[in-house]
């Protein structure tokens, strides 16, 4: 490596040398059989700077080898302390006590926020989604007089609550934040949320994967208001809604793709009034709707896609009042039973009509 660097050097001081030599268009040396003092001095300075040149060169070669090395064991030390504590705070998950596993919680997030990569911050994500994908008894679900197994489940589902809050609140953070998840990749298939109204409101769901796939909410409501889905590819496929509210109000739609395929609403209220739809693709494919509001009143919707096809709406009502259709196609070609669907001051723009907007309908 030195010698590379010292022989980059001599040919570079060369391609100088001569270059010049050209451009001063020099016939040739005027040879003198004997050197006079200035000249000899000139070449003992020559002599020194070709020597402290060098040297320069190799002790910053050196410095910038070492300054690595350093780098490379701060890194090896931090991902060493990292690697122990998160084998505590994984074993603090499996203790019997529950405020054991709530201090491993807390832990895990901790060191989410303090990982020296970003590898190791999203394997203490995947961690704690992992605990809500463990097999869990919702609360309609326990033995009747059986107060140790309530207790218990009261304890887990406090446990469950707290990695839920601290998800949502690192979603929050501003995307240039340090200890912000935006970008991560976050896994609830086939988790069960039940309890207390269960809030991600304001979060911010930008790129990576976010899956709900066969998740099941039950009781309290689902707030998903406010919240921001940019760029990421985000799955409610399969899901069972079964708690009311289940609130999108006053989200933000933008690219990416959000699926709500197969998914059941069995809520007295479904509302994504306020949404706004930019680009991207929103899929309600094969979804089922029994006896719900649907609305999506004063929503805009642009340069998108929402898909309805083969959906099911059974005793209730599907509102776009007031909402605003800026080139945005949707295929309402399902199935509505006993259901209403309004389009009350909807506006079209760019020419578009109601005939233009909704690509299809069906009926039954």
């Given at each position: 490596?030195?010698?590379?660097?010292?022989?980059?050097?001599?040919?570079v001081?060369?391609?100088?040398?001569?270059?010049?030599?050209?451009?001063?268009?020099v016939?040739?040396?005027?040879?003198e059989?004997?050197?006079?003092?200035?000249?000899?001095?000139?070449?003992?300075?020559?002599?020194?700077?070709?020597?402290?040149?060098?040297?320069?060169?190799?002790?910053?070669?050196?410095?910038?080898?070492?300054?690595?090395?350093?780098?490379?064991?701060?890194?090896?030390?931090?991902?060493?302390?990292?690697?122990?504590?998160?084998?505590?705070?994984?074993?603090?998950?499996?203790?019997?006590?529950?405020?054991?596993?709530?201090?491993?919680?807390?832990?895990?997030?901790?060191?989410?926020?303090?990982?020296?990569?970003?590898?190791?911050?999203?394997?203490?994500?995947d961690?704690?989604?992992?605990?809500?994908?463990?097999?869990?008894?919702?609360?309609?679900q326990?033995?009747?007089g059986?107060?140790?197994?309530?207790?218990?489940?009261?304890?887990?589902?406090?446990v469950?609550?707290?990695?839920?809050?601290?998800?949502?609140?690192?979603l929050?953070?501003?995307?240039?934040?340090?200890h912000?998840?935006?970008?991560?990749?976050?896994?609830?298939?086939?988790?069960?949320?039940?309890?207390k109204?269960?809030?991600?409101?304001g979060?911010?769901?930008?790129?990576?994967?976010?899956?709900?796939?066969?998740?099941?909410?039950?009781?309290?409501?689902?707030?998903?208001?406010?919240?921001?889905?940019?760029?990421?590819?985000?799955?409610?496929?399969g899901?069972?809604?079964?708690?009311?509210?289940?609130?999108?109000?006053?989200?933000?739609?933008?690219?990416?793709?959000?699926?709500?395929?197969?998914?059941?609403?069995?809520?007295?209220?479904?509302?994504?009034?306020?949404?706004?739809?930019s680009?991207?693709?929103?899929?309600?494919?094969?979804?089922?709707?029994?006896?719900?509001?649907?609305?999506?009143?004063?929503?805009?919707?642009?340069?998108?896609?929402?898909?309805?096809?083969?959906?099911?709406?059974t005793?209730?009502?599907?509102?776009?009042?007031?909402?605003?259709?800026?080139?945005?196609?949707?295929?309402?070609?399902?199935?509505?039973?006993?259901?209403?669907?309004?389009?009350?001051?909807?506006?079209?723009?760019?020419?578009?009509?109601?005939?233009?907007?909704?690509?299809?309908?069906?009926?039954?």
């Amino acid at each position: 490596m030195l010698a590379l660097a010292f022989l980059t050097a001599v040919i570079v001081a060369s391609s100088v040398f001569y270059a010049g030599w050209d451009l001063l268009g020099v016939q040739g040396i005027r040879t003198e059989r004997r050197l006079d003092s200035k000249t000899l001095f000139d070449l003992v300075k020559l002599s020194f700077g070709v020597v402290a040149g060098a040297g320069a060169l190799v002790a910053l070669i050196v410095a910038y080898r070492r300054q690595r090395v350093d780098e490379d064991g701060a890194v090896r030390d931090a991902t060493r302390l990292h690697n122990e504590r998160f084998t505590t705070a994984v074993s603090q998950l499996g203790e019997v006590s529950p405020a054991v596993r709530l201090g491993g919680v807390h832990a895990l997030a901790g060191l989410a926020d303090d990982a020296p990569t970003r590898a190791l911050r999203q394997t203490c994500i995947d961690v704690l989604c992992a605990y809500l994908r463990l097999p869990y008894v919702p609360q309609g679900q326990l033995p009747d007089g059986d107060t140790t197994a309530r207790h218990e489940y009261l304890a887990l589902r406090e446990v469950r609550h707290t990695i839920v809050r601290l998800i949502r609140d690192h979603l929050r953070l501003d995307t240039g934040h340090p200890h912000s998840w935006q970008g991560h990749d976050l896994d609830f298939t086939s988790a069960v949320f039940d309890g207390k109204h269960l809030s991600f409101a304001g979060a911010v769901f930008s790129g990576g994967n976010i899956s709900f796939a066969g998740a099941t909410f039950a009781t309290g409501g689902i707030d998903f208001g406010d919240c921001s889905f940019r760029g990421a590819n985000v799955s409610f496929e399969g899901c069972a809604f079964s708690t009311s509210p289940v609130n999108f109000a006053g989200a933000t739609f933008s690219g990416g793709f959000i699926s709500f395929e197969e998914a059941s609403f069995a809520s007295s209220s479904v509302n994504f009034g306020g949404t706004r739809f930019s680009g991207g693709s929103v899929s309600f494919q094969g979804a089922t709707f029994s006896g719900c509001a649907v609305g999506f009143v004063s929503s805009t919707f642009s340069s998108g896609r929402i898909d309805f096809e083969e959906a099911s709406f059974t005793d209730g009502q599907l509102h776009f009042g007031h909402a605003r259709f800026e080139g945005t196609r949707i295929d309402l070609l399902a199935h509505f039973s006993d259901c209403t669907v309004t389009f009350d001051n909807a506006t079209f723009t760019n020419g578009n009509d109601l005939s233009q907007v909704i690509g299809s309908t069906s009926t039954t």
